[in-house]
């Protein structure tokens, strides 16, 4: 079955490294993503990594990848106010099929 | 190279009107698929199209519907409308054979 959890709330002082928690429950995920939702606007791709792949480092980002425990990670380093939004991650399974499986996001306060 | 844009992006209708949103991808993306993002249900799969053509449709009713035309914009439709349809519609665009589907800006609507 399809579906992907997330904790609800993060809070983090300025400066600080911050870590985004998913787990999902389908092993046949393709592609596994992290999107930014900042109030009122669409999702930003931030980043993404494939189902083979254990990490993936992209700036600030670092995605780690546990396959055998369905557990995706997202550690944003030296985290600023400017991070604070709702971060979702998501799976794809069938890329034929294209269709997105978000969990519920967590909301990331970064406090000065 | 513009992103993906949706008109109009805020709109307010009464029960059992009709709606249509429309979404214009990135140049050159040819599949688009919708999201529907509400508090309770969070983000969820509505359909996808390509080639003027829907591959895929998740669990809404009959009264979602879409189209797209020849220069990929997409177009969706939510007929009879319902207290429950109030939410963010959301737009996606991605190459064909592509990991990445970027998002525009939403559309909100309400329905009264």
């Known amino acids: 079955g399809e579906d992907v959890e997330q904790s609800l709330f993060l809070s983090v002082r300025e400066g600080d490294s911050s870590v985004i928690n998913c787990t999902y429950t389908d092993s046949s995920s393709t592609y596994l993503y992290w999107y930014k939702q900042e109030p009122g606007a669409g999702l930003q791709l931030l980043t993404y990594i494939f189902s083979n792949m254990d990490m993936k480092q992209d700036q600030r980002l670092t995605v780690l990848l546990n396959k055998k425990d369905k557990h995706l990670s997202l550690r944003i380093a030296d985290t600023q106010t400017g991070d604070s939004a709702i971060y979702f991650c998501a799976e794809i399974m069938d890329m034929g099929r294209r269709a997105l499986t978000f969990g519920s996001g967590t909301r990331l306060q970064v406090q000065p | 190279k513009a992103g993906v844009t949706q008109t109009p992006r805020y709109l307010i209708k009464t029960r059992g009107q009709q709606v249509t949103l429309s979404c214009s991808p990135i140049s050159g993306h040819r599949s688009v698929s919708w999201y529907q993002q509400t508090p309770g249900q969070g983000l969820q799969f509505l359909f996808e199209y390509f080639s003027e053509t829907q591959r895929n449709k998740g669990n809404f009713p009959g009264r979602f519907s879409g189209r797209q035309f020849s220069n990929s914009r997409s177009e969706m439709n939510v007929s009879t409308l319902e207290l429950g349809d109030s939410a963010l519609y959301l737009c996606?665009?991605?190459?064909?054979?592509?990991?990445?589907?970027?998002f525009g800006p939403g559309t909100r609507l309400t329905v009264l």
């Open positions: 996606a665009s991605s190459l064909v054979q592509d990991n990445e589907q970027f």
